[in-house]
């Protein structure tokens, strides 16, 4: 199937370092997202990309689709505690359309 | 943020019970959806329906039946459930199924 591979699953990092993590699959996926999911809620999306290449920042967040379509990566900048939660990838196939796929999920914990 | 609401929160079912889970989306979308995450899996996309049709069922359990009165409301009846079908249910919802998801809280299912 189209599974995603991503990594880290974990990290733990102090207070105003850098993070950096990515996702990458053998298929090619029409659009990648990122979410973030605190205990107990739904995820929230935090960033979209559409277009292979794409470079797309929302405050400290920024994030890339891979030229070749079949990866993608996360950076977050000067880390704070509220960063803290679970990030997940997730890719969406052309077809069948609405058909996404997510990665497992990497767990940040960040150190005041 | 109220974009995506789901009811219950919390449910704690027998085996021979039936429940319905309900999913409600003020964003004015046209495709919902059914994800299963369970602890230490990746989500699992379960049923897609845009406008009110669906067009996609992941080899899903006949236990789980989902319907689709119209595009604000999705609804997930379950019969005869099984303990491994424990899991946080969430409901997600998008203008269109190629475009980006948006999740409610989900339900946290425990079947005894």
């Known amino acids: 199937g189209q599974q995603l591979n991503q990594s880290p699953q974990s990290m733990f990092i102090q207070e105003g370092e850098d993070v950096s993590m990515n996702c990458t699959s053998s298929?090619?996926?029409?659009?990648w997202l990122w979410y973030k999911q605190d205990p107990g809620e739904g995820p929230v999306l935090l960033i979209a990309l559409y277009k292979a290449g794409e470079l797309t920042s929302n405050g400290r967040l920024t994030a890339q689709f891979g030229i070749t379509r079949k990866d993608s990566f996360l950076n977050i900048s000067a880390s704070i505690p509220s960063d803290v939660g679970i990030y997940f990838c997730a890719g969406q196939l052309l077809s069948p359309a609405g058909d996404m796929r997510f990665g497992a999920g990497t767990r940040l914990t960040v150190k005041p | 943020e109220t974009g995506v609401t789901q009811t219950p929160r919390h449910l704690v079912m027998g085996m021979t019970n039936k429940k319905s889970l309900k999913c409600e989306q003020h964003l004015g979308h046209n495709a919902m959806y059914w994800y299963k995450q369970s602890a230490k899996k990746p989500l699992e996309l379960m049923f897609v329906y845009n406008f009110k049709e669906q067009t996609e069922n992941n080899s899903v359990p006949s236990r789980f039946s989902p319907e689709c009165p119209n595009s604000s409301h999705l609804f997930l009846h379950l019969h005869t459930l099984q303990p491994e079908d424990s899991a946080l249910y969430l409901c997600a919802s998008s203008q269109d199924p190629a475009r980006e998801q948006y999740f409610g809280p989900g339900t946290r299912l425990t079947v005894t």
């Open positions: 298929s090619i996926f029409n659009t």
